[in-house]
Each structure stands twice: as C-alpha cells, then as structure tokens.
C-alpha cells in the first residue's frame, strides 16, 4: 500500500495527463453530440473567439467579424437591446458569470433559433485582464418542447466522472455499499475490506464528527459540494480528500448518500486542469438529457450516465462492464445489431451518425430511443470504441395522447402522414374548417391531391430529399386546394418518424400574409422605380474643399454659385462645420464615410445620406473627395410616423394578448376540469356551457383579426345582389331579442319600407355585420331602457341608426372612435373587452359600400350611431318614405278598428303611441287564442297586427284560423315585427 502512495511525481503527472486527454476527447466529442460550442471572449479587447460547433450553430464563417457588434448582430432583433443591456451591465460592468437564453438569427441561413449561453470569469495576470470562457447551445427543440408541452421532463444533471475519482454509495446507517476499486490506491484497502463497514474505518478520528455531521445533512436532502475532510489509509496515515455528495432518492425516498471522493493532497496542478475540464464538460451536458454511454470494441459499456442508467431501469452496477447487446437489445434484434457492430468496429462497414432503435429495459419494456454516434480512436487512428448519446423518443406516442385537446383545438393544420403511401392517417378540425373538407374527403388520400399543380414538384422534391431520409422540414411553403376550389398558403413543419413510418405534420394558414408580401414585393418595385428616377447629387471637391464640379437634378443651390465655393459659403455656420469635418476626416485618414447629415435651407429641413470617398492622383496622392447625396426626408418622416403606428399597434397587440388568453384561459381550464372523477352532470353541463361560450368569444376574436387584416390588405370584395332590408333587420332582431332580454334591456325595430318595397342593391352580408357590430356595440354599455335602430330614406341614400341607453361617448373621444384598435380609455369601459376593431370594421365596410358613418353622443344619456348607403331600389318607383320625416301625410283610419294581438305591455304601448294620431280604435289580444275569438266577435276589424310569438296560440295558427272564416280581412305581421315571417306568412295571404 505504502509504495503505491508514494510513486514518483512523475509518474503521477504523466498518468493524470493521459486521462486529461481522454476527458477532453470525451468532453468535445460529447459537446459535438450535444451540439454544444465554446467560446472565450477577452474582456479587454472585447473580441472573442469559438469551437466549430459554436460557429455552426452561429453560421458563420471563419472570417466573420468576432467582435461585440458581430456577436450583437447574430441577436435576434427582438433580443438585441436587451443582450446588449445584459453584457454591458452583468458581463463587463459587474463581470458576474454569464447565463442567458436568448434567441439568434444564423448569419448563413437567416434562420431563427434559440440559444443558451453560459460563462465564467477567468482572470490573468491578476485582476486586470479579465476573458469570459463559457459555452453556446443550440436548444431550439427544447424550447419548443417546453412552449407545446409547457411542463414535461425534469431532466437529469449527472455525468459520467473519471476513473481518477472514487465514487462511494452509502446506505442510511452509513454503511459503505460500494467503493470504487481505485480505493486501493488511495487507502490500501481491497473493495471487500470495506464492503459492509461503516464510513468512521477510513475516517481521522479529528473529522469524524465533521462527516457524521455532514452525512445527516445529506441524508435531511441537503447535498454537498467541495467538502474537504481527512481520511486515513490502512496503515493509518491520514490524507486530504474533496466529497461531492447527494442524496440517493428512490421513489421519491432518500435511501442512502452516494458521492465521489477526490484525492487533493498531491496533485493539485493536474487535479486543477481535470476540475476545470470536468466542470466545463458537466454544464455542457447539464441541458441534454439523453443517454450517455461508451461501448468498447467488444460491445461491453465501460461508460455510462445516470440518465442512461434511468432509461434502462438498471442501476449502474447491474450495466457497467455488461454486454451491450445482451443486455439491451431483443433477442429478435441482436444478431443484425452485433453483426452491423462488429462491421463498424473492423471497419468493414461506415458508422451511422444517427439511427432509431429498440431497446429493451430491465422490467422488458420495449422502447424507441434516437441515437447519435461516434467512434473512440487511440493515437494510431486504432477504433477502441464507440460513444453515443440516446433519447427515448417513446414518449411521443403518449405526446400525441397528451396533447390531444390542442390538437382538436388548434387553428392550425394538424395531421399524421403515412410515409408509406404519402397520404393523410389522421387529421385534426382545422383541415375541414379551413379547406371546407369533412374528414373523410381526405382520410387515406395522397395530399399530392390537393396540392396546386405549380407547387407539386417542389413539394415532391422536399418529401424524397428529406421527409422520406429521416430529416426534419422547416417552413416549406406550398398552396393547398379548398373546398369551393380556391387555394390557401400553408407553412409546414414536419418531422418524420421513420421507426414506425409516420411524419407529424403542423401547417400554419399564411395567406393573408402572402397577399401582404405580394403587396409589399409591388410596394418595393415601385420604390425601386421612383429610387432610379429620384435627384441623387454627385459632386467633387479639391484639398481645400472647394466644388469643382457637380451635377445636381434637385438642387438647393444653381450650378453655377456653388463652384469655387466651400460648405462654409453655402450653409449656415454649425451644418457647414459638420460637413467640412467629415469631409476633412476623409482627406486626413483616406478612408471613406457614409454618413446622414441634416441640412437647414430656407428654414426648410432636409436629411440626406452622404457618401464621401478620397480621390486619388496617378502617383496615389490624395488630390480631393468625391461625394453623393441622396435625399432620405421622406424616409426619415416615414420613420416617425412608423414608431407612432408601431405604439398604437403595441398597445392593440398587449389587449389582444388579453382578449385572447382570457377565453383560451376558460377553455383550457374547463376542459381539464372535465377529464377529473366524479364530476357531477350538473358541474359538466357547467363546464360544458363556459367552453362553448369560451369559444365563440374566442371565434369573435379572431373573426375581427381577420377581417381587419382583409381590410388593410385591400382584399374585401363587395358582391352587390338583391337584398331584402327588412328581412336581414328581422334576423338581427331575432338573433338579439332573446339575449337583450336576460338584461332588462328591449329591442326595438323601426323600418322605413314596408315589405316588398324594401328590396336593394347592396351587399347584404356586409350589412348585416356592419348592424350586428354597432348592436353588439350598443349592448356593452347599455345595462337598461332600450336599443332602437332601424333607418329611413333620405336624399337617395339608405340612412340606418343604431340609438341606446347606454353610458355614452366621452366628447374627447369621439373624434377616435373609428380608428382601428382604438378603445375608449376609461374605467367605464376597460372592463368590458373587446379588440377595439369592431367600429373600424364597420366604418370601412359602409365606406365600401359608398357610405359614410358618425355619431352622436352625450355621456350618460346614450349614444346615436348612423350610416348611409347608396338608395339603390330594385323596383324604381319606390318613393321615399319614413316614419319620423316630418313632410310625410298624416294616416286617417277614424272609423276603422284595427286588433293588435301583442302580449308584451311595452311593445304594445309603442304601437299604440305610434297609432294615435290614426284616429283609429284599437283593440288588443294578449294572445293568438284571443285575438281569434275577437275576430269572430266582432265582424267591425278592418285591420289584425299580429306578433308570431305569443302564449296559448302563436301567430301563425292564429292567422290559419281567422282566414278560415275572415279570408278578406288583412293580418299583417306587427310593424315593429320581432320576428320575420316572410316566407312561411304569405301562404296565409298576408300582406308581408
């Protein structure tokens, strides 16, 4: 034992290199698996430089500029500020350690991806001379695995360690249950010495206290790290040793304390550069968490990691130095498996980088892992081994059980293709609402079907080239047919699973913004026209900076009193020193500048991008400056106006935010609570209720979103036909009454055409929107009285209002109310919702259809909104007419008596305020029974205003049975209506 201790410092040095060695292999090698890049970046001169994998996940090239502005350039722009705030102030203002997810955009592809860096200051020469040394990982699939999953995997941070290290596990009563065989080398102690004895045999007896101590802390869930403490030998000599140690959990119970234990009584140089290493290779693969292992040329593993061990369900002493494929693999896989092995070792065969496998677990689960692979070589280029990395990608089959209310929910293309036959296996709702398909018109049919002829090929292309090899497809655009026969463009992602021949595929609708990049690809070659036709100024100056010549399309000053001239002779005093400083610059330093200056003429402001360059003779002496100038006013103005648009726009998107997640909150929600035991009927027609109501909201939401972007894209058709005005008013009212009713509120319908008479030219879809919008309106903040809307003739125009009792329109904000996502900022308002689109879109549909709209308001007192439409009647000699005009002739009906079948009190005092000046008599039935009987009663009705929906006898049966015996006598639907009968009334004989 004595002569093992005391081996040469040579000879130690010299052993702890080699394994230095092998841990940096093993260190870049996993980083490269892991795709992980180092960096050093020197404080002092704020450069940096990085690994190969760094500049790949960077994409950059080896002459990319490696300075701060590079690195901040590689920043996402929505990043940009705050990475620069982060380094300036934690990095170099503080130098703390650096670690921060952030997203980049790859310099080669202009992909955007998710980071996370990591660093640690180290320092030379003392203080002064600072280097940030860390490390760069792409971990883009795990934050799309957090953001769809929100909360999966607790991932396992735990490494292989070297062989230079003891590791130790020790049982609750502190009884050793495995050592390390290098314990011998250490204590003297064989492992079977020590198996079965408690920790105090190779502790001091001075630091026994000091481990009981800390072995109850561990055992109480509390780790420690760099905990140093004396043990002795065999002989009894004592030596310094550093424990990291845990708690062994097991079922979520602490049965024991396991460790390592590293000698840093001799070789603290050496030791110092292997803790370096090891705790640089730990944070490398803190995030992956995969299996780690190494085979060596015999399949045994020699290596693995806790998160392998977890995997396979074995601990680490039933797996190390056990046989790979008799322990891991099925027995109906094992000989194709070895023998492929045995070709990859012998280098008969090449090694796959990346393959999907089976593997079988101790309890003999079968599970699908994807493994990454790399050789092991000596010196000699000799293969020793194979290191490869598996993730258990089993899970994603209970992912797809998991995420099953998304996937029915989701607004985007969802589906899984079979790879074999290219056609769809399974789809989710969104494929039939947004292509107007039922399921079973695309189940098992190739999606080559319903793909635009012009895009086939493309799409053909990607699938052989990479869907088909394994490899995952990111944003490929192709157009997809609908229903009625139209194209949609979708953004697919897919990702196949070639073990069990599937691909899962998500596609979002990019139409609207495909129109928007067509509108803004003609936006771009029309200023690229007025560009090449635009007043650029090119002059030349001599060493004095005086013109000496110049040719200016748009000039402030004539030709001819600029030559000979200086700036100071044109400009006034401070702009004729900043340019003369620039252009002095370029004369003193020969190097060009490109710069935008502001120029004052005439009280006029002006900005121009200017561009100076040196001019040379033969003998390469500067001899002057060439400058150009270009006019940038409109460019900087647009500039201003675009930082005012993008504040109103944050202000809509943080209220959309809201708007949004307040229904998708209920849904979520709701549809969890669903899934729990014993839910009572009552609670799940509860929950069923607020998901529907949840959704429609949601649905509004986006029906807004959408029809706004429509508008602002200039894509809405406005399809002018035949319309009935009345009959698009009754079914609003229809639709409205019964919800207004919950409320105290009533409705009221006034119309200024009787039927047959009110049939337009006009888009009646858009119509209708426009008043259900400024009802829907109305019915947020009016919570009792009344809404009346309805419309009359006026000038050849079609004048609609929507009048309520509502809280009204502070004056400040009447003039904004139409803008697009403007609400009205006040705490009468902010707490009834809404995205703010609903008056714009109405405003711009009436402008569509040759109208104007405004309103009237007073607060408190309710709010009057109006709209016009061209008057465009079917039947030309249709004649102005309404209720209100004040010119229109009074109605005589004296003598005549006219039976209002009406229950409703209000709705029948309205009819009967509106009668009065008739001189008619009236006579009322509270319902279709007695409105009957008085018909039969009294023979003197000259007129029956009948309401459809009444108690005892509704409407129609009533008219049914007084045209049995009254076939003369005109019924007719109730003026103020509430409800429309059109079509089922006039086989009554009706005049509707």
Known sequence: MKENKHNTQTEIIENYLDKLKESEYLVLESQRIAHIGSFVFDLNTLEWSGTDVLDEILGIGKDYQRDVLGWLKLAHPDYRDEMNEYFS??????????NKEYRIIKNDTGEERWVHGIGELKYHGGNNHAFLIGTIQDITSRKNTEIELEESQKWLNSISQTTNDLFFRLNKKGIIEYVSPKVKFYSGYEENDLLGNHYSLVTSPGDIEKADKSFKEVLEGNPIENFEINLKTK??????????????????????????????????????????????????????????????????????????????????????????????????????????????????????????????????????????NSLIKNENEEITGVLFSGEDITVHMLVEEELKNIFNLSPDLICIADLKTLSFKKINPAFWKLLGYQEKDIIGKPFYDFIHPDDIQRTRDVIEGKLLKGE????????????????????????????????????????????????????????????????????????????????????????????????????????????????????????????????????????????????????????????????????????????????????????????????????????????????????RTQYAQIINESGKQLLNIINDIIDISKIESGQIDVNMDKASINEKLHETYS???????????????????????????????????????????????????????????????????????????????????????????????????GTGLGLSISKAYVELLGGKMWLKSKPGLGTTFYFTIPYKPVND????????????????????????????????????????????????????????????????????????????????????????????????????????????????????
Request: glycine share 6%; aromatic share 8%.
């Open 89 to 98: 102030s934690q990095a170099i203002g503080t130098r703390q350690p650096f």
């Open 235 to 372: 002989d009894g000599v004592p030596y310094d040793m550093e424990i990291n140690a845990g708690p062994e959990i097991v079922d979520g119970e602490v049965t024991g304390v396991q460790g390592i234990i590293r000698d840093i009584t001799k070789r603290k140089d050496a030791e110092a550069q292997i803790i370096k290493e090891r705790n640089q290779a730990q944070q490398y693969l803190d995030v992956a968490a995969v299996m780690i292992a190494v085979l060596d040329i015999d399949g045994n593993i020699i290596t693995i990691n806790k998160k392998g061990c977890e995997i396979l369900g074995f601990e680490e002493s039933e797996v190390l130095h056990k046989n790979w494929f008799d322990l891991c693999i099925a027995d109906e896989d094992k000989k194709e498996n070895r023998a492929l092995f045995d070709k990859v070792i012998s280098g008969e065969a090449p090694l796959e980088e990346y393959h999907e496998k089976r593997i079988i677990t101790k309890s003999g689960e079968l599970k699908i892992l994807a493994f990454h």
């Open 472 to 683: 995952k497809i990111e944003n490929f655009e192709n157009r997809y047919r609908t229903k009625d026969g139209s194209y949609k463009w979708f953004e697919w992602i897919s990702q196949p699973i070639p073990t069990f021949g599937i691909a899962y595929e998500v596609a979002h609708d990019i139409t609207n913004r495909k129109l928007v990049e067509q509108a803004l690809k003609e936006s771009e070659e029309r200023f690229k026209f007025a560009l090449k036709n635009s007043s650029i100024t090119v002059s030349n100056q001599d060493k004095d900076l005086k013109y000496t010549w110049i040719y200016n399309a748009k000039s402030d000053f004539p030709e001819d009193n600029i030559i000979g001239k200086t700036d100071e002779d044109l400009y006034p005093k401070e702009e004729a020193e900043m340019l003369t400083g620039i252009k002095q610059e370029v004369l003193n330093t020969g190097k060009s500048i490109n710069t935008k200056v502001r120029f004052s003429v005439d009280g006029e402001i002006t900005y121009h991008q200017v561009s100076i360059e040196p001019m040379y003779n033969a003998a390469g002496e500067i001899t002057g400056i060439s400058s150009t100038s270009t006019d940038v006013t409109d460019l900087e103005n647009a500039k201003l106006k675009a930082e005012e648009s993008d504040k109103l726009k944050s202000a809509f998107l943080t209220n959309l935010s809201h708007e949004i997640r307040t229904p998708m909150n209920g849904i979520v929600g709701f549809s969890q609570l669903l899934n729990e035991p014993g839910i009572s009927t009552e609670k």
């Open 735 to 833: 639709f409205y009454k019964p919800i207004l009713s919950k409320k105290d509120v009533d409705l009221i319908l006034i119309k200024g055409l009787v039927d047959e008479e009110d049939v337009v030219y006009t888009d009646a879809t858009k119509l209708q929107q426009i008043i259900n919008n400024l009802i829907s309106n109305a019915m947020k903040f009016t919570s009792q009285g009344y809404i009346e809307y309805g419309y009359y003739i006026k000038n050849n125009f079609i004048e609609f209002y929507v009048k309520d009792t509502g809280i009204g329109v502070m004056p400040e904000f009447q003039d904004r109310i139409f803008d697009r996502f403007s609400q009205e900022d006040s705490g009468r308002s902010k707490d009834l919702g």
């Open 877 to 992: 000699k249709v004649q102005e007419h309404s209720l209100q005009n004040e010119g229109d002739p009074q109605v005589d009906l004296l003598e005549n008596t006219i039976l209002i079948a009406e229950d409703n009190d209000m709705n029948f005092l309205l009819l009967e305020e509106l009668l009065v000046k008739s001189k008619a008599k009236l006579i009322r039935a509270s319902n279709g029974q007695e409105a009957v009987d008085l018909c039969k009663k009294l023979p003197g009705i000259d007129l029956v205003l009948m309401d459809i929906r009444m108690p005892v006898m509704d409407g129609y049966e009533a008219i049914r049975e007084i045209k049995k015996y009254r076939p003369c006598l005109p019924p007719d639907y109730c003026p103020i209506g509430f409800c429309y009968v059109r079509r089922r009334t006039k086989s009554f004989g009706c005049r509707l």
